[in-house]
């Protein structure tokens, strides 16, 4: 809430590059099937001046080994985006890595916790609550349901309610239903 707030209320879809802009977070790309550009990316991560990793090639395993599409980095407050993925599934990544930079609670557990310092139960909450958020975000929160509301129910509104908030079908769909 306070996010859209402070961005003025502005009208569907959301514009995440001043979202971005609000909360200072910087977003780039990389490519999961092109290991040069991921070890650039990985290379290049830095703080005040400083390597984030002290073996760049480590980000790059995590990647690989958990077949990650998106992530948020605290430090640097830096959203790493697949570039592999289609451009509507980057808006709802980006989104959800948005959500765990503004959910206090979400920091403590970005920072390498493993199964024996997070348990997969908490890591799954942590999760649902990334996605809610960026749900909350991307949709407008109770615009949405008034908006859906007004229309005639049907996979016509569905299509109406996907071009005026800018997100996929499956989402805009999913959010329909749920409301």
Known sequence: ARVLRDLGR????LNLDQVRDLLRLDRQYYSSTEDSALREVAHRLTVAGKQVLARPTLLLDAIKKFDLRSLFLPD???ILI??????A???WSEGH????SIIPWHLDTMLGDNKRTLTPSCHEQIEN??????GQLLFF???FV????????????VNVLKKRYGNTITTTLWRYVEH
């Open 129 to 134: 609550e990334a996605n809610f958020a960026a």
């Open 97 to 100: 890595e948005i959500a765990h």
């Open 76 to 78: 640097g407050k830096r």
């Open 89 to 91: 599934k980057q808006r």
């Open 10 to 13: 502005s009208e569907p879809p």
């Open 146 to 157: 008034q908006d859906a509301r007004d229309l005639t129910p049907g996979i016509h509104a």
């Open 82 to 87: 697949d570039s592999n993925l289609p451009d």
């Open 141 to 143: 929160q109770q615009a």
